[in-house]
């Protein structure tokens, strides 16, 4: 019998556009996966690469940094390996300590030397000169301290402090004042007329500071009068920060070893209302008009203490001369020190000289002897006096490297093939390098 025509059944295959569709369409299908999966092991391989080299580098620097077998240590790419070695350089090393590593394969380094520095010292002789600049610093500065060797206040300026001519006087009452450190520049800052900046003949020494995430983070808050005012934002918890206040009251610092918050000059601190706590992601101040009265705006300055970098502890006086604290783990660009007590805050940067018995007060006074007698290759100097030595007094440091030098991981435009040696000799690392896979995509 006849099926109804709606019931039939049709028995048709594909046509071969249908075919080719279908086949177009898996292939278009799986070009996409395996270009996913390339992208996705060009990555894993960059990132993968990248970890390695930085831990090479970390190890060949820890161990120039203890000292280890009393010798300098370094990092070596050689064509496709990589080498920590033991000497001053790669080709008078001792091979006998040599640690070889091989480079991942399809992968090529370009790479190019890179000093990041953070920190720098420096010195002019005043002329009187109006709208002076400083230039040197080799980057535009976040903070700025001068101090004349003469009897002139230390002064200081930040720049999260308003765009226009404002410094603060680190010791005494006084506001933001015009006419001092009057910029802070690409390549260093600006100086007016006044005496504590730029007397006529007289010898200044300056401190720049270049933030850094991680490192050293300036901003502002304002006050408002509480008694746990939280300052949050800063991205770590510090070790050090110094707080000015844009009216007329004192500047104050502390340490995280410190028991209280100081002035700058000899006062015998303040240990609940002042900066009152070292916090995760910032700090805490008090009441104290010095730190938080209501509708004052405030600046600061934080630094996080690292291997290699800002550094601080404590040391407990003997009156010996010529004594050594040791530890740092540098030679000093600049250290602070401050004693519990009745006491100036002293301190010295290089450019006073790392071997010259020169150490600065904040305050307004020449410069002393016998305080911080040098800068040491593992910290500094002291002697008899009882600002930084007197017997049965604690004193708390801080202390910041000269030149720290950091590895920056940065894009860069790929090219050719390269190869070369990156030294670590003095335990601080020296360049920038660039990973490449090869044919395509950089990191």
């Known amino acids: 019998m006849k099926l109804p025509k709606d019931l039939k059944l049709i028995n048709k295959g594909f046509t071969l556009i249908e075919l080719l569709v279908v086949i177009g369409i898996t292939g278009i299908l799986l070009g996409l996966s395996l270009f996913v999966g390339n992208d996705f092991y060009r990555v894993y391989s960059l990132t993968s690469e990248r970890d390695n080299l930085i831990s090479y580098i970390r190890k060949a620097r820890s161990r120039a940094l203890s000292n280890y077998n009393q010798s300098a240590h370094g990092f070596a790419i050689n064509g496709s390996q990589y080498t920590i070695f033991q000497g001053s350089s790669f080709t008078s090393r001792s091979s006998t300590w040599d640690q070889t590593f091989n480079q991942s394969p399809g992968l090529t380094l370009n790479w190019q030397l890179q000093e990041i520095q953070n920190i720098i010292s420096g010195s002019y002789s005043g002329n009187g000169a109006d709208n002076r600049t400083i230039t040197g610093a080799g980057f535009k500065p976040d903070a700025v301290i001068i101090k004349a060797s003469s009897s002139q206040n230390a002064v200081i300026r930040f720049s999260s402090m308003p765009v226009g001519d404002n410094s603060k006087a680190l010791v005494g009452s006084t506001a933001l004042e015009p006419d001092v450190i009057q910029s802070l520049d690409s390549d260093g800052f600006t100086i007016g007329t006044n005496i504590k900046v730029n007397a006529s003949g007289t010898i200044y020494n300056w401190i720049a500071f270049r933030a850094a995430a991680g490192d050293l983070a300036v901003g502002s808050y304002n006050g408002n009068g509480a008694v746990d005012h939280d300052i949050t934002g800063i991205g ?208």
């Open 236 to 443: 770590f918890q510090p070790e050090y920060v110094i707080v000015i206040s844009s009216s007329t009251n004192e500047a104050v610092h502390r340490s995280n070893t410190m028991p209280k918050t100081y002035f700058f000059n000899a006062e015998d601190g303040d240990s609940g209302n002042r900066i009152i706590s070292f916090d995760p992601d910032g700090f805490s101040v008090g009441n104290s008009s010095r730190v938080n009265s209501n509708g004052i705006t405030y600046f600061y300055a934080a630094w996080n203490s690292s291997t290699g970098k800002m550094q601080n502890g404590t040391y407990a006086g003997n009156g010996t001369d010529n004594r050594s604290i040791t530890g740092v783990g540098y030679q000093p660009e600049y250290v602070i020190i401050r004693g519990q007590g009745l006491l100036e805050t002293a301190h010295k940067s290089y450019s006073t000289g790392p071997a010259s018995d020169i150490t600065m007060d904040f305050r307004a006074s020449d410069n002393d002897l016998d305080e911080i007698q040098a800068l040491e290759t593992d910290g500094f100097q002291v002697g008899t006096d009882v600002q930084t030595n007197g017997a049965g007094t604690t004193y708390h440091w801080i202390s910041f490297p000269t030149g720290f030098k950091e590895i920056i991981f940065s894009p860069l435009a790929a090219t050719s093939s390269a190869s070369g040696t990156i030294y670590i000799n003095d335990g601080i690392s020296t360049s920038s390098i660039q990973i490449n896979y090869e044919g395509g995509i950089s990191w």
